[in-house]
């Protein structure tokens, strides 16, 4: 097996990774810069995390400019970090992009950093989401790449406290892209009571 990991700097992914290397599984990891207001605080979380720990270093691709066009909360200042947070097709776009790296460098699965379904918000966080995706793209690329949630058993505070058994530390989960953790974005809300990720 070899997958293509969708790294973002922040617990989730960093957990996802380092559960793919105990395993002994060959990783591709993808960082995608869609344009997030975060990008240069979880690039460089995500290039430490893997640089310390001996993983692969992640490919960056820039598609900034998607969420300049179609702007979120996640993207564009002037718009509310919560109330705008939805940027539409954003985990579709992450999952056709990721499978499209594991196809050309012969992977044969993606995995995206998707929780616990009874915490979703919104509508491309589902297993029923992951499942429609995988056909499509088995119709796109005319072959299937498995799409995988490795973390959808879980929690956040799962996540946080399997991260911490593993001393997976320093990772950047605040969509606000400040220095410190910004308390109220919804990536901060979820990890209140832990170490938001660092």
Do not use: W
Not at 54 to 60: C, H, W, Y
Not at 162 to 172: D, L, M, Q, R, S
């Amino acid at each position: 097996m070899s997958l293509v990991n969708l790294v973002s700097g922040g617990v989730d992914s960093a957990l996802m990774v380092a559960l793919a290397n105990e395993e002994g599984i060959e990783q591709f990891p993808l960082f995608i810069d869609y344009g997030q207001i975060c990008k240069d605080k979880e690039l460089d979380a995500c290039m430490k995390f893997h640089e310390e720990n001996g993983l692969p270093i992640p490919t960056v691709m820039d598609i900034h400019s998607y969420g300049k066009i179609i702007p979120s909360g996640l993207t564009d200042t002037s718009l509310d970090v919560n109330e705008d947070a939805f940027l539409p097709g954003r985990n579709l776009l992450f999952l056709l992009i990721g499978s499209a790296f594991a196809y050309k460098n012969k992977a044969d699965t993606v995995a995206i950093g998707l929780l616990d379904e009874d915490s979703h918000i919104f509508p491309d966080q589902t297993k029923d989401f992951l499942d429609q995706a995988e056909k499509t793209i088995e119709i796109a690329l005319g072959r299937k790449i498995s799409l995988v949630a490795p973390l959808m058993d879980f929690t956040k505070e799962d996540v946080i406290k399997i991260a911490h058994e593993k001393g997976i530390t320093n990772t950047y989960s605040c969509h606000s892209g400040t220095d410190e953790p910004c308390g109220m974005c919804i990536s901060c809300q979820e990890v209140m009571g832990g170490n938001n990720g660092r």
